[in-house]
């Protein structure tokens, strides 16, 4: 079945292991959000409209492109699976998991409706650094108990076949390593960028290390991987923050997480480029988040904790300007500088990101602590700005 507002009202009164509503309930539902890849409804009581849930729902197709281009709905079955785990290990940092439908791919969970993007908070120049601490922790706390070094070997074994997300994981490989940078009718990028696109695809350092980057993403199996740790997939309220979206999840490479996450506060640093404090800002969220990620990662093991946070920090730089390159040349962009209605200003903003992000993909193995990569974001970050 594919659900819609008129017939949730009678979905929800048959699924009474949702166990939300009274069976007399007047229920009403309204889209929400605007993802691409699957429909999101909060659901209420008419009469009450403060006892609510949402309900996401997969279709057996990308939501935003139609039935003709088909996408298997399990992702919403792993997404189910990373919400069990989430909410057993983080439950301050995800929304509660209600009730899953495996048959018809549909998770009903906590309804965040006091909550907004973070995204939209750091277009605004609202930087809050508890949100950065936050988020830190539930990588921390995730990334580390599901880590095969902490971990038996049939342990880490069952969550990386739980978890073999290989259908979504495999678009993330082609949207962010390959087709950005290949001639791919998905790609879009300004006017006026086409001398550094050429330079970039012509650059085999950088293609190199692209390449050792994607095989890293593809075979490592290090811990639990949101797989699309961006601002737009963070909610908050306050000081309070609940990560969403985890239909990307795998077992993977950790540092793709935290690579995510750092790109798209540079990406909102780039932008502002007329605002020093808001920048200074947000460098010290980049730097608040590695703190407490690198303070709460537990391993019993100090020196192994250490080997392995030095692999994390490597591979997150160069993740980082990945995301940085493709969210600019590649087929998803970001509204912190598709927003700019400058076009100059919005063209020099961009080059001085893919040169930035292309450094940091050429020299990621170079960069090994936060004070380094600061150091390197202020001697490498002011471009033609």
């Not at 048959?14 to 009403?28: K, P, R």
């Not at 993403?217 to 797989?227: D, E, M, N, P, V």
């Not at 601002?231 to 306050?238: A, D, L």
């Given at each position: 079945m594919?659900?819609?507002?008129?017939?949730?009202?009678?979905?929800?009164h048959?699924?009474?292991?949702?166990?939300?509503?009274?069976?007399?309930?007047?229920?009403?539902a309204?889209?929400?959000?605007?993802g691409?890849?699957?429909?999101?409804?909060?659901?209420?009581?008419?009469?009450?409209?403060?006892?609510?849930?949402?309900?996401?729902?997969?279709?057996?197709?990308?939501?935003?492109?139609?039935?003709?281009?088909?996408?298997?709905?399990?992702?919403?079955?792993?997404?189910?699976?990373?919400?069990?785990?989430?909410?057993?290990?983080?439950?301050?940092?995800?929304?509660?998991?209600?009730?899953?439908?495996p048959?018809?791919?549909?998770?009903?969970?906590?309804?965040?409706?006091?909550?907004?993007?973070?995204?939209?908070?750091?277009?605004e120049?609202?930087?809050?650094?508890?949100?950065?601490?936050?988020?830190?922790?539930?990588?921390?706390?995730?990334?580390?108990?599901?880590?095969?070094?902490?971990?038996?070997?049939?342990?880490?074994?069952s969550?990386?076949?739980?978890?073999?997300?290989?259908?979504?994981?495999?678009?993330?490989?082609?949207?962010?390593?390959?087709?950005?940078?290949?001639?791919?009718?998905?790609?879009?990028?300004?006017?006026?960028?086409?001398?550094?696109?050429?330079t970039?695809?012509?650059?085999?350092?950088?293609?190199?290390?692209?390449?050792?980057?994607?095989?890293i993403?593809?075979?490592?199996?290090?811990?639990?991987?949101?797989?699309d740790?961006?601002?737009?997939?963070?909610?908050?309220?306050?000081?309070s923050?609940?990560?969403?979206?985890?239909?990307?999840?795998?077992?993977?490479?950790?540092?793709?997480?935290?690579?995510?996450?750092?790109?798209?506060?540079?990406?909102?640093?780039?932008?502002?480029?007329?605002?020093?404090?808001?920048?200074?800002?947000?460098?010290?969220?980049?730097?608040?988040?590695?703190?407490?990620?690198?303070?709460?990662?537990?391993?019993?093991?100090?020196?192994?904790?250490?080997?392995?946070?030095?692999?994390?920090?490597?591979?997150?730089?160069?993740?980082?300007?990945?995301?940085?390159?493709?969210?600019?040349?590649?087929?998803?962009?970001?509204?912190?500088?598709?927003?700019?209605?400058?076009?100059?200003?919005?063209?020099?903003v961009?080059?001085?990101?893919?040169?930035?992000?292309s450094?940091?993909?050429?020299?990621?193995?170079?960069?090994?602590?936060?004070?380094?990569?600061?150091?390197?974001?202020?001697?490498?970050?002011?471009?033609?700005?």
């Open positions: 594919e659900l819609n507002p008129k017939n949730i009202p009678d979905y929800i048959e699924q009474l292991e949702i166990g939300v509503f009274s069976a007399d309930a007047e229920i009403a309204e889209e929400i959000g605007d691409n890849l699957n429909f999101v409804f909060r659901v209420y009581d008419v009469n009450e409209p403060s006892n609510s849930i949402v309900l996401k729902h997969a279709p057996p197709y990308i939501k935003i492109l139609g039935p003709s281009y088909e996408l298997t709905p399990d992702r919403l079955t792993y997404e189910s699976r990373a919400l069990e785990v989430y909410n057993r290990l983080v439950p301050e940092y995800s929304p509660n998991q209600i009730y899953f439908h048959q018809n791919y549909v998770i009903a969970m906590e309804d965040l409706k006091d909550y907004h993007i973070l995204r939209f908070d750091l277009i120049g609202m930087v809050n650094p508890r949100i950065s601490e936050h988020i830190a922790r539930f990588m921390a706390i995730t990334h580390s108990r599901t880590h095969a070094h902490n971990l038996r070997s049939d342990e880490a074994e969550y990386a076949s739980r978890f073999d997300n290989h259908v979504m994981q495999g678009i993330t490989a082609d949207y962010v390593f390959t087709k950005p940078f290949i001639n791919d009718p998905t790609n879009f990028y300004t006017e006026g960028l086409e001398s550094q696109v050429g970039l695809k012509g650059d085999q350092q950088l293609l190199s290390q692209i390449d050792h980057l994607k095989k993403f593809l075979t490592s199996k290090q811990g639990l991987t949101h797989g740790l961006h601002t737009g997939s963070v909610m908050v309220r306050g000081d923050a609940k990560v969403i979206d985890s239909e990307f999840v795998f077992y993977g490479p950790v540092g793709f997480d935290m690579g995510l996450y750092w790109a798209n506060y540079l990406l909102s640093y780039f932008s502002h480029v007329e605002s020093t404090p808001v920048r200074t800002k947000l460098k010290t969220a980049i730097q608040r988040a590695w703190e407490i990620y690198e303070a709460e990662f537990e391993m019993d093991d100090g020196d192994r904790k250490a080997e392995v946070l030095k692999r994390i920090f490597h591979e997150s730089v160069g993740f980082t300007g990945m995301e940085m390159m493709r969210r600019l040349i590649g087929a998803a962009h970001v509204r912190d500088i598709e927003g700019i209605k400058d076009i100059a200003k919005k063209l020099a961009e080059i001085a990101t893919l040169e930035f992000g450094k940091l993909v050429k020299n990621h193995h170079e960069i090994g602590t936060m004070p380094e990569f600061m150091t390197y974001l202020e001697s490498n970050s002011s471009g033609g700005l």
